[in-house]
Each structure stands twice: as structure tokens, then as C-alpha cells.
């Protein structure tokens, strides 16, 4: 064992290309370990990924700390390979902690490749933002997200991360927006707006679209302060009300209507709104799905229903269903899609509907089919269900 840890000590620099740990002695150790030689800022470190059955954890190492990392694994696993610029190591350890060792030497073109151009290493390559860091974005700045020097405050990092991931759902709907007329979208429950000035940021100054962007929140001195920094920007087309969801009135006709965290069935009025409306695309990031926990009686399901957290996490999940399934009986494409890692938020599904050119009564019958048999197996009658169905649009179209 010493004598292969001594071999891969030697070999922890440029010219490594991958060590891969695996065969673990016991069932419930790390399946496997891939560690790569990375250059960070230029200076050398090893990236470790460890994978279970179902995940794979990465991190990066100095040399000192993976030697460590080194002796306290090998005597858990029963095969090592050490692959290099010029050679391939290969090791196997019995119990007794010896190790059988072979060593092959690479293919000499390979070799005077890999020496040459160095392609092999990993680098910490840098993610392109559509709000790139190092460019000073005004609301970014007075938000608290960004320095006056561009830099990302480092405890805000997860909500420039989040404001940019909401900006490529935004890339992506373009082109199913109008191009030749003012576009109007709302923002219900926009909060401290991050994502609302991100929004009317990157259309207006970066795509140059013709928007009109209201934000509506419950909350007086959120909006106050909203209002305050969209007249400093000089955004004149973006409006902040107070006031609910359900009983906002003051547009005729929406574009695309956003919702983010909105708690609990305030979605719902979101969503009945957006149908009414006509809005070309729907964003919603759920949020607090409590209602169907109210409702669930299904007496078949107790091994789910009769713990707490599993009961919430499944009718969470049962009402986001049958919210895309309603966009689609009402003639949308829906998608449900990861808004950003679960490490950062457990809300972190967001559901994109995008109304059909062309409909099909069929598709629509079917999705109708599916919500009603659902809902009467589990005994739920959510409100955006029940909001359709009080006005006579049960199985019924999208307004045109």
C-alpha cells in the first residue's frame, strides 16, 4: 500500500490525466472516486467527484489535502488506475492491504500531444452570463447583488445565479412574443423586484424590445422602494402596484404573465388571470402548495399520507401537475423545468407555458380527462380547476 501511494504521489502533477478509485470493500461507501488534475486561477489543484448510486459530489483539492484524502480511502477500495501523459497504473489491493501493481506506457504520439498542448487538464472555465460579472448593472448594484466595481457580493451569489437562469426561460420565449407592438408583461407578487428589473433590463437595454413591465405586490413599502429605483433608472415603462392578485384589473391585455414564489393558491389566480388575459407565455416558480394537503383522502396511499412531510412533498408536487395539465387542456405547450439547484431552494420548479398556434381539441380533451380523473381519485379540488369550471370553461378553449 505504501508503495502505491508513493507511485501516485509522484505522479500528482501536469502530466496526470485521470485516478480512478473504485470497487469499495463495503456496501455502503462512495461507489467510485475520478480525480483530475484542474488548474485554478493557474495554480494546480485536483477535482474530486465521488459518486453514489444516484449523485456525484465534486470538490476541488490541493496536493497536500488529496494525499490526505489518498490514505484514508485506499484501504476501502479494491482497485485503483492511475492514467498519465506517459503511463497507465493499474492496482489491485487485497485485504491485507497489498497491492498487485502493473504499469503499461502510453502510445508515444499520445504522449507527445498531451506534453505539447496540455489539452487534458480541466480548467475552472468560467460561465458565460447573459449579466456578465465585472459589468455594473445599476439595480444589480443598488439591490445588494453587485459592488460598485462589478463584483458579485459573495453572499448574493446564489441570487445572481438565479436572476440569470431566469433570463435564459426569457431567451428562450422570444420569439413567441410579438415584434412589431409595445409587449406587456406582469409580474405578480414581484417582491424586491430582482428579477422584474433583470427582466426589464436585459428586453429593453440589452434586446431593445418595446415593454411595459407592471409589478404587483401586497406589500406598501416594497413597492415604495421599487417605484423610487425605477424612476432613478430612468425606466418609464416599468409601473409597481400594490394590491392582489386576485383583484388587479388594470390591464386588458397581457403578453406574458410571471409569477415567482407566489404562496399558495395566489398561482392559481396568477395562472386564471394569464387565461383570461390571453398571455402569449405563462412563468410560474410555485411556491407554499398547502392547499391540496387539505383536501388528500385516499385511503390507498396511507403509506404516503400518513407521514407528514411525505403527504406535503407529493401533493406539492401533485398540485404543480395539475397545473400544467390545465394549461394544457387550455391550449398550451407546458413544461415543468429545474429554475435553479435544489442546494440553493427547495421551489425550484418553474412551469413554462406557451400557447399553441395550433390547436388541437384532442390534445385538450385529453388533458381535461386526466385532471378530472385525478382529482377524483385523490378527492382535490384545486382552485384554478375549480375557477375554470364556475365560469363554464370546463373542457373549454383558450381566448383568442
Given amino acids: 500500500m505504501e508503495f502505491l501511494l508513493t507511485k501516485i504521489k509522484e505522479n500528482l502533477n501536469e502530466q496526470m490525466l485521470l485516478l480512478t478509485i473504485s470497487n469499495p470493500r463495503k456496501a455502503e461507501e462512495i461507489k467510485k472516486y475520478n480525480i483530475r488534475p484542474v488548474l485554478v486561477k493557474d495554480k494546480l489543484m485536483f477535482q474530486s467527484a465521488a459518486y453514489t448510486k444516484t449523485q456525484v459530489f465534486h470538490k476541488n483539492l490541493k496536493k497536500n489535502e488529496l494525499v490526505e484524502e489518498l490514505e484514508r480511502l485506499l484501504p476501502s477500495y479494491k482497485q485503483v488506475q492511475l492514467q498519465t501523459v506517459s503511463s497507465e497504473l493499474t492496482a489491485l489491493i487485497n485485504k491485507k492491504g497489498k497491492a498487485a501493481i502493473k504499469v503499461k506506457k502510453q502510445n508515444n504520439v499520445v504522449k507527445a500531444q498531451m506534453q505539447t498542448d496540455k489539452s487534458h487538464l480541466l480548467h475552472n472555465r468560467t460561465k458565460k452570463y447573459i449579466l456578465p460579472e465585472g459589468t455594473v448593472v445599476p439595480f444589480l448594484k443598488d439591490l445588494g447583488v453587485m459592488t460598485a466595481e462589478g463584483k458579485i457580493v459573495r453572499t448574493k451569489y446564489d441570487k445572481y445565479r438565479q436572476i440569470n437562469r431566469f433570463l435564459e426561460f426569457i431567451e428562450d420565449i422570444l420569439p413567441h412574443l410579438p415584434q412589431n407592438r409595445e409587449i406587456t408583461i406582469l409580474d405578480f407578487g414581484c417582491g424586491k423586484s430582482y428579477l422584474t428589473f433583470a427582466m426589464y433590463y436585459y428586453l429593453k437595454k440589452l434586446k431593445g424590445y418595446d415593454i411595459r413591465i407592471i409589478g404587483l405586490d401586497l406589500k406598501k413599502d416594497v413597492i415604495k422602494n421599487c417605484s423610487r429605483l425605477a424612476v432613478k433608472y430612468g425606466y418609464d415603462k416599468l409601473n409597481f402596484y400594490e394590491?392582489?392578485?386576485?383583484?388587479?384589473?388594470?390591464?386588458?391585455?397581457?403578453?406574458?404573465?410571471?409569477?415567482?414564489?407566489?404562496?399558495?393558491?395566489?398561482?392559481?389566480?396568477?395562472?386564471?388571470?394569464?387565461?383570461?388575459?390571453?398571455?402569449?407565455?405563462?412563468?410560474?416558480?410555485?411556491?407554499?402548495?398547502?392547499?391540496?394537503?387539505?383536501?388528500?383522502?385516499?385511503?390507498?396511499?396511507?403509506?404516503?399520507?400518513?407521514?407528514?412531510?411525505?403527504?406535503?412533498?407529493?401533493?406539492?408536487?401533485?398540485?404543480?401537475?395539475?397545473?400544467?395539465?390545465?394549461?394544457?387542456?387550455?391550449?398550451?405547450?407546458?413544461?415543468?423545468?429545474?429554475?435553479?439547484?435544489?442546494?440553493?431552494?427547495?421551489?425550484?420548479?418553474?412551469?413554462?407555458?406557451?400557447?399553441?398556434?395550433?390547436?388541437?381539441?384532442?390534445?385538450?380533451?385529453?388533458?381535461?380527462?386526466?385532471?378530472?380523473?385525478?382529482?377524483?381519485?385523490?378527492?382535490?379540488?384545486?382552485?384554478?380547476?375549480?375557477?375554470?369550471?364556475?365560469?363554464?370553461?370546463?373542457?373549454?378553449?383558450?381566448?383568442?
Fill in 243 to 400: 394590491g392582489s392578485i386576485e383583484e388587479f384589473e388594470g390591464v386588458t391585455q397581457v403578453d406574458m404573465v410571471v409569477t415567482l414564489h407566489a404562496c399558495d393558491t395566489a398561482t392559481d389566480y396568477a395562472m386564471y388571470k394569464a387565461l383570461r388575459w390571453g398571455a402569449s407565455v405563462i412563468l410560474s416558480v410555485p411556491c407554499c402548495q398547502h392547499e391540496l394537503n387539505k383536501q388528500i383522502a385516499a385511503s390507498e396511499f396511507e403509506p404516503i399520507t400518513d407521514y407528514g412531510i411525505l403527504k406535503e412533498r407529493f401533493c406539492a408536487l401533485a398540485t404543480d401537475g395539475i397545473r400544467a395539465k390545465i394549461l394544457e387542456e387550455q391550449g398550451y405547450d407546458t413544461q415543468i423545468l429545474e429554475f435553479i439547484d435544489m442546494e440553493h431552494t427547495p421551489k425550484n420548479l418553474l412551469i413554462r407555458a406557451i400557447h399553441r398556434k395550433k390547436q388541437s381539441d384532442k390534445k385538450k380533451e385529453k388533458a381535461a380527462q386526466q385532471v378530472d380523473t385525478f382529482c377524483k381519485q385523490f378527492g382535490f379540488t384545486p382552485t384554478l380547476w375549480k375557477l375554470l369550471q364556475e365560469e363554464g370553461k370546463e373542457g373549454g378553449t383558450h381566448d383568442e
